[in-house]
Every structure is written in structure tokens, then in C-alpha cells.
């Protein structure tokens, strides 16, 4: 049996005299027994890149040995080939894996002095562990672990477990999503066919979009395709970031968990998630990123609008019209449902059910009422009346035969709401007519009060089913005490004076006036569908095929943010669902999701900024349901995404038994929200040259406008959730003064000021926050970043030996540059030197890099000397 694939390879340079330690884990697929022999062999590589070695000397030893010796560890000697010499020795030592008793910690003395302290890998979990449970094992996969022992500053020992894990929604959330933006575009099609039929003018321009949405779909639905036949990793690698078709997956999404076992106090974990950088890599960063090309389309499309003869709506409006379409999509369904089961009530049921249904059905008339009481829709239906055939000869005849009256008067400001109640009549015409925008011109063929007249109807119906209802509520009250038992049925048989209804009247006039209610409630959807499906017409319209390509771009980026968020969520939930503090805080006032990126400001990455910014912005659109699952299959397992572009939902199931132990608000499906904020601090030397000769303005912004995010979130949660629920540190520093000092630190102009990083972290952890580290690649500065953090958490929250910091560091970088060797060090952004030994590297090589600039400036110099003395 070889077990040379599960032995972590360890190398050392520039010694005589290496002192390695290292780890070997046993597949479950081969068995061991007491009687097993187990041999150890040490090679010598003469030439790392051609694999050339020869074996320096070997040792045997079996499995009843090292079980039955002192303290479970055997001291062996190396020998020869030949067995003629004796060329080092190997100390094997038996590691339980799991709660850590102190007796079980003191033996291990300090007179060990390995350089590196790695004591176990393994490329797979147990199942009975807590990180590699049923739960974890559905959407985390191909788990790594190492586990390190550390000296802490009283002499004992902790045991330190980095476990990185692949996620299946790197590939499930884009394939969702997609399916579902397919679905929206050919709703939108179908919604700008159900406006009829309009002038000339606006057909065109009609089939000219829809011609640009089926390019769309086509394309969308071959890039899924293309994702259905992936067999692969489950994770996007950098090398393929620029693939079309892998565009909207993001990169090396991975997650990363610390457990630290410590003597005498209970585990800690620490998580955070790995990703690339949000971007549209494969369209490229020539014109800048989403923030900047979003900015340019506003500015054109006004423009646009004019030459297209189309009314501009700015980007709040539009994105208005898209709410109202959401909500009526929503709400109007659901109002006919509760309209039905009042029915049924009222037939089976004593009063008080058919109140409570009764109820529900109002705050949903008045929701869908509210959400469409807008200026929008109404100036939308008159522009659409505009747009119909013969519209433009009524408008000319009707202003030969009879001019304005009011040539001079001024149009009126825009109104956000045109204040219509229940009360309001249908027929004033003394009143003045609505205000409206200036860019809409009054047309007096067009009936505005017609509108109005649709909303009285609602009004009336609702209040018909309310008044019918009350006066049944009132003869059961007068029958109570005669007859306290009695159903509605027998309410009305009764034998009243002044009986209003008989048994055949009840039902017929009951469900006359619902079945009013839901014609006018679908006449008012159907206006207000058709209104702003035109609003969103006239946009697509003038923003010609430049808007089209940026939803694209949009859309890939938000997919790749979508998946990140959603991994992190998942495992934040799954650590938490025994926590009830936790649980108590996500469903009062969610959880914040932090974002810390590694950007420069400079070339390309500045284009790759911009996007991360509005993808990380865009996930406010996004909130979390907790749904219970069919069965504890892995499929049943894996959350799923819904809605539109306006607004998604993402469902995440869990198992029965962990799904009843939950809160009723977290049963009940109560929508849980999640606040993203992003902090950017370039480190690499780009970032050095960005700070003396180019503009750092998008970072100061972006850092200034989060920190002003994050601190409304911790009013919220301070006023809603106590101090007690949150997490206790070994730092007891207050969450109000490290906000203090990251607003500080945000407005201070300082290069490359990590402060704001650091500061960011740790009021995110303190917060039962989501943990994000990203860079171009999420490899080299990312790498470099998740190590110093958990050293540094190590040391301030685990009294880990200063001593051993350096090692500490050195030791969770070592393994970076032997899988570096074989595939990961040749990206464009860590360079083509495959010899670089990370862990003498430091993360924030701030000297390092002044230097550098000092260089290249002096570079430039002489460069310019020379080429002056060379053409003298």
C-alpha cells in the first residue's frame, strides 16, 4: 500500500542539516490493522525540476509498535539502502484528531525545534467530524485539511485545524440564475406584445428590441448549455477566467475554516471565503468597469431618447417601473386566492375565520393599491394612449378646431404621487387636472380621470365585502346570547326581527361583489402592467445595443457575487444553527456581509474595481429564506434562487431535524436579510504607482460610502439585538470605538492604509458577519491575506507564542509553493519566478515596494540619460 499521495511533500533549500515535520492520513478505502507494516522512506532531489531524486535511507515499523510505546511515539533510524549506515533519524508519533483533554496536550515538551509545525493533511474529511457532516458534505466538497500545533504563551499546546473546501454553487447559482434571466427576457417579450397595437413609429422600434432580447435568450440559453455539460472541478480556476462561457461562474470560489482546540476552553472557529474579484473578464476592461460605463449610458441616453423620440426616464424611474411589474406579478394572484377562500369560508365557517380571512385580504388590496399609486403609471398610461395609430390626426385636428385656451400657462412640477383615496369621486370637472412631468404634453382626448374611476371601483368592491361582512358580524353579536354556538348559516335562518338576507340571497350577493373586486383588481393590473411595460419600451428603445451589453456585463457579475454570497451564508448558517443568539439576530436584523478586496487602482484592475463594485452594491437586491427539505439527500439539500432582477430570493433547505429546532420566524419563511458592504486597499506595486502618479479617488469613495453603510447597520443592531448575543473576543475592544477608528482611518490620507482592512475584519467577526477576501484571482494576495489573518487572530485571541508567530506564518504558506510549483504560480498578476518561497514573503511589503518605486523612477532616468547620450 503507498501512501505517498496522502504524505504532505515538504522541502528545504540551504542547509545541511533539514529538520522536516510532516503528516501521513490513511484512506478509508485501506484498511490497517495492529499487524500492518508501514515503511518510511526519505529521498534526496538532486533537481527539483526535473524530478530527478535517490533515496537517502529508509525504516520500518508496524502499527501494534507505535500503539504500544511510550507516550504512542517511536524514534526510528534511518538506514541505507544497504543497511551499512545510519543516515538520520524519523520520529513517528501517533495525532488523535478530535477534543483535545489536557492531559492529552502536556506531554509534548519544547524541546522540539522543527522549523515547520505541520502535524497532519489530508485530502478528505471524517464523517463524524463537525466541519465534514451530511449537512456540509451536500454543497461542500473535496474538503483539504492541515493541522498545526502551536506553543501558546504558557507553555501549552493548541491544535490548530485548516480544513479549504470546493462549493457546489459555484456552478448551481450561475445555472439558476441564467435559466431564470432567460425566463424574464421572454416575459418581457411577451409583455411588450400584449400592448397592442401601436403606430408605426413604435411597432418598429418594438420589434427592434424584441429582435435584441431573442439575441439575448440565444445566447443565454447556449452558455447554459455549455454549463450543463461541465464535468470538471467545482470551482472556476484562474486560467479560465476569460472563457466566454465560464463567464458567469466566478473564480476559485473557496471556503476556508480555522477550528482552534485549546486546553481548558472550548473550540473556536474562524471562517472566511476565498473568491476572484467579481468581473466581466471576458469582455475585457478597455473602456473601464460597470461603475464608469453606467455612468457614460445615463449621460448618452438622454440623447438617445431625443433622437429615438422617446420620453427619458431616469435610472429611479425605470427601476420604479420594474417594482410595479414585481409587485403585480405577486399580488395580484394572491388577492384572487384570498378573494376565493373567503368564499369558502364564508359557506363552511362561524364569522371569526371569515374576519380573519377577511383581514388578509385587505392589507393585500391596500399593499397592491399603494404599490401602484404612482405618478408613473399614470403619465405612462397617457404616453402610451399617445403611442396608438391615429393618435397624432386626432391631436392635429383637435388643435385646428380649438386652440389652447391657456397658450401661456406653465407646465406644473413632477409629483411623486398622485394622492387618490377611496373617497375620491369619478366625475370633477371643475378640478384640475393631475400634475405631470414636463417632458409629457397634456393631451385632452386622452380621458385622465378614467383612471381614477378604476381605482373608486376597487375602493367601492372592497368596501361592499367589508360593509357585507360587518353586518353579519352584527347579527351574530345580537344572536350571541341567545344562541352563542350558533354558525353563520344559522345566524341567518334565525328568526330576526328585521332579517336583511336569507340563506339563497348570502352566498349570490357575497360572491357578486368578489367576483366585482377581482375584475376591477385585474383591469387596474392589466392598465398598470401594460403602462410600465411601455416605460420599459421607450428604455430599451434609446439605449440601443450599448444597454443591452451592459445588462449582460451585469448580469455575469452579479451572478459571480450571487454564488459567493450565497456560499457564505450557507456555511455561516450551518456553524450558527445550534447558536440561538445567532439565530435570534438573523431574522431581527440579518447579517452583514464584508467584503475586503485587494484591487489596485491602476491599469485593468481598476475596470475590475468598478465591477465589483456595483456587483457587491447589486446584492441588496437579494435577501435568504430558510425552507425545510423533502429528504437529507444532497439534492434536496441544494439551495435554490427565485425572482426577478429587481429583486431574488435564494432558498436554503435543511434537514427536518434541524429545521424544527429553529425559531418560529425561521420557520415561518420569514425573508432574511443580508447587508453587503465592500473595502478596498491596493498592496501590490501597481497600487504603489497608482498613489504617486495616478488617481486613488475610487477607493477613497468606495471605502468612504461602506463605512457609512456599515455603521447604520450597527445602530440598527444595537437598538434590536442585546450586546450579550453578540460574539465574545479575548480582545475586548468595543465594536462603537473600532467603528470610531475605521471612520477615522477611512478619511485619513495614508498610502496603502491596511488599517482600514484590519478594522473592517474584525467588527465584521465581532457582528456575526460573512467573511470575504478577494483579489484578481483570489490566489497569491488572498493566499497571503487569509494567513496573516488567522496567525494574528491566533496570537490575540489564543495567547499564541510570539515565538512562534513567524513559524506559524511560515508554516500555513509553506504548502503554497509546492502546489504553486505544479499549476498556481503562473499567473499574470504573481509573475513567471517559480522559485519565490512565500513563506519568506510578508503581505503588506510596504518598504518593499517604496523602494521599488524609488527604483523605477530612477530607472526612468537613466533610461532617458542614456537614450540623450546614445542619438548626441
Known amino acids: 500500500m503507498d501512501l505517498s499521495s496522502s504524505c504532505w511533500r515538504l522541502r528545504c533549500w540551504g542547509t545541511r542539516e ?40 529508509s525504516s520500518s515499523f508496524s502499527v501494534t509498535d507505535l500503539l504500544q510505546s511510550k507516550d504512542q511515539q517511536l524514534s526510528l533510524s534511518l538506514r541505507t539502502a544497504d543497511d551499512s549506515d545510519t543516515v538520520g533519524t524519523v520520529v513517528v508519533s501517533r495525532i488523535k484528531m478530535g477534543e483535545i483533554e489536557d492531559g492529552e496536550v502536556d506531554h509534548f515538551t519544547t524541546d522540539m525545534h522543527q522549523k515547520c509545525t505541520l502535524v497532519y493533511e489530508s485530502s478528505h474529511g471524517s464523517v463524524n467530524d463537525k466541519d465534514n457532516g451530511p449537512i456540509m458534505n451536500a454543497v461542500f466538497k473535496n474538503a483539504v485539511c492541515k493541522v498545526y500545533r502551536f506553543q501558546t504563551v504558557d507553555s501549552k499546546w493548541m491544535l490548530v485545524r485548516e480544513q479549504m473546501a470546493e462549493c457546489t454553487l459555484s456552478f448551481s447559482i450561475p445555472k439558476q440564475l441564467i435559466a431564470l434571466y432567460i425566463q424574464e427576457d421572454t416575459c418581457r417579450i411577451q409583455e411588450l406584445k400584449d400592448l397592442g397595437e401601436l403606430s408605426p413609429h413604435w411597432d418598429n422600434l418594438r420589434k427592434d428590441v424584441i429582435s435584441r432580447y431573442d439575441q439575448i435568450i440565444k445566447e443565454y440559453q447556449d452558455t447554459l448549455a455549455e454549463l450543463e455539460k461541465h464535468t470538471g472541478p467545482s470551482f472556476k480556476p484562474s486560467c479560465s477566467k476569460a472563457q466566454k462561457y465560464l463567464e458567469f461562474v466566478p473564480i476559485n470560489l473557496h471556503t476556508q475554516r480555522m477550528r482552534v482546540t485549546c486546553p481548558r476552553k472550548t473550540d473556536s472557529f474562524y471562517d472566511v471565503v476565498t473568491v476572484g474579484a467579481p468581473a466581466a473578464h471576458s469582455q475585457g476592461f478597455k473602456n473601464g468597469g460597470l461603475q464608469k460605463l453606467l455612468s457614460k449610458y445615463e449621460s448618452e441616453k438622454k440623447s438617445h431618447s431625443t433622437a429615438y423620440q422617446c420620453i427619458y426616464y431616469p435610472p429611479e424611474q425605470t427601476a420604479k417601473a420594474r417594482e410595479i411589474l414585481c409587485v403585480v406579478s405577486q399580488l395580484q394572484p ?25 383581514k388578509s385580504l385587505e392589507e393585500k388590496t391596500k399593499q397592491f393599491v399603494h404599490a401602484l399609486k404612482d405618478e408613473l403609471v399614470k403619465s405612462a398610461l397617457l404616453a ?7 393618435y397624432v390626426s ?13 397658450p401661456s400657462a406653465a407646465p406644473k412640477p413632477h409629483s411623486v404621487c398622485n394622492n387618490l383615496d377611496d373617497s375620491q369621486t369619478p366625475q370633477r370637472e371643475s378640478q384640475a387636472s393631475p400634475v405631470r412631468s414636463d417632458s409629457i404634453p397634456h393631451h385632452k382626448e386622452y380621458d385622465e380621470e378614467e383612471w381614477d374611476r378604476v381605482w373608486v371601483s376597487v375602493a367601492k368592491s372592497l368596501n361592499c365585502v367589508i360593509a357585507l361582512v360587518d353586518k353579519l358580524q352584527e347579527q351574530d353579536n345580537n344572536n350571541q346570547e341567545s344562541a352563542p354556538a350558533h354558525t353563520l348559516a344559522d345566524v341567518i335562518t334565525s328568526h330576526s326581527p328585521d332579517p336583511p338576507m336569507t340563506t339563497a340571497v348570502w352566498p349570490d350577493q357575497l360572491g357578486v361583489l368578489v367576483q366585482s373586486l377581482k375584475e376591477c383588481v385585474a383591469e387596474v393590473a392589466e392598465r398598470a402592467r401594460r403602462s410600465v411595460s411601455f416605460v420599459l419600451l421607450q428604455e430599451a428603445a434609446c439605449s440601443t445595443a450599448q444597454g443591452l451589453q451592459l445588462q449582460q456585463r451585469r448580469d455575469a457579475v452579479f451572478s459571480q457575487a450571487l454564488a459567493a454570497l450565497a456560499c457564505g451564508f450557507v456555511m455561516r ?12 439576530q438573523l431574522h431581527a436584523v440579518g447579517l452583514v456581509a464584508q467584503f475586503e478586496s485587494l484591487l489596485s487602482t491602476y491599469s485593468e484592475e481598476i475596470g475590475m474595481l468598478e465591477d465589483m463594485e456595483v456587483g457587491i452594491s447589486d446584492l441588496h437586491r437579494v435577501t435568504f429564506r430558510i425552507t425545510e427539505a423533502a429528504s437529507e439527500e444532497a439534492v434536496s439539500l441544494q439551495p435554490s434562487v427565485s425572482g426577478r432582477r429587481d429583486h431574488y430570493t435564494v432558498e436554503v433547505p435543511l434537514p427536518h431535524h434541524a429545521f424544527q429546532a429553529l425559531p418560529d420566524e425561521l420557520r415561518q419563511g420569514k425573508p432574511l436579510r443580508v447587508l453587503p458592504v465592500l473595502f478596498n486597499v491596493g498592496i501590490n506595486e501597481q497600487q504603489t504607482i497608482a498613489e504617486r502618479f495616478g488617481d486613488i479617488s475610487l477607493q477613497e469613495r468606495i471605502n468612504q460610502k461602506n463605512f457609512e453603510i456599515l455603521e447604520g447597520y450597527y445602530k440598527s443592531l444595537t437598538s434590536t439585538v442585546p450586546s450579550e448575543c453578540l460574539p465574545r473576543f479575548q480582545t475586548q475592544t468595543d465594536i462603537k470605538e473600532l467603528l470610531d477608528t475605521l471612520g477615522q482611518n477611512v478619511v485619513t490620507k495614508k498610502r496603502k492604509n491596511v488599517e482600514i482592512l484590519w478594522l473592517a475584519g474584525m467588527i465584521c467577526r465581532r457582528m456575526n458577519g460573512i467573511r470575504f477576501t478577494s483579489c484578481k484571482s483570489a490566489k497569491d494576495r488572498t493566499s497571503m491575506s487569509v494567513t496573516l489573518e488567522q496567525c494574528s487572530l491566533l496570537r490575540d485571541e489564543h495567547l499564541l507564542n510570539k515565538d512562534y508567530f513567524v513559524r506559524a506564518l511560515d508554516c500555513m504558506r509553506s504548502g503554497l509553493l509546492a502546489q504553486g510549483e505544479v499549476a498556481q504560480w503562473d499567473d499574470p498578476e504573481v509573475g513567471s519566478d517559480a522559485n519565490n518561497k512565500p513563506a519568506s514573503r510578508h503581505f503588506y511589503p510596504i518598504a518593499l515596494l517604496l523602494v521599488s518605486s524609488h527604483l523605477l523612477v530612477v530607472w526612468l532616468i537613466l533610461s532617458l540619460v542614456f537614450l540623450l547620450a546614445k542619438y548626441q
Open 384 to 390: 402610451l394612449h399617445a403611442a396608438r395609430p391615429g
Open 573 to 584: 448558517l450551518y456553524a450558527g444553527l445550534e447558536d440561538k443568539d445567532f439565530l435570534r
Open 334 to 358: 394572491h388577492i384572487s386566492a384570498l378573494a376565493d377562500q373567503l368564499l369558502q369560508t364564508a359557506q363552511q365557517s362561524p364569522i371569526q375565520p371569515l374576519r380573519d380571512v377577511l
Open 18 to 57: 533539514p529538520v522536516f515535520l510532516t503528516g501521513v492520513s490513511v484512506p478509508p478505502d485501506c484498511p490497517v490493522y495492529s499487524e500492518t507494516l508501514i515503511k518510511l522512506s526519505v529521498y534526496g532531489v538532486s533537481d527539483g525540476h526535473q524530478q530527478t531524486s535517490n533515496i537517502l535511507g
Open 394 to 406: 386626432k391631436s392635429q385636428g383637435s388643435a385646428r378646431s380649438s386652440p389652447d385656451p391657456h
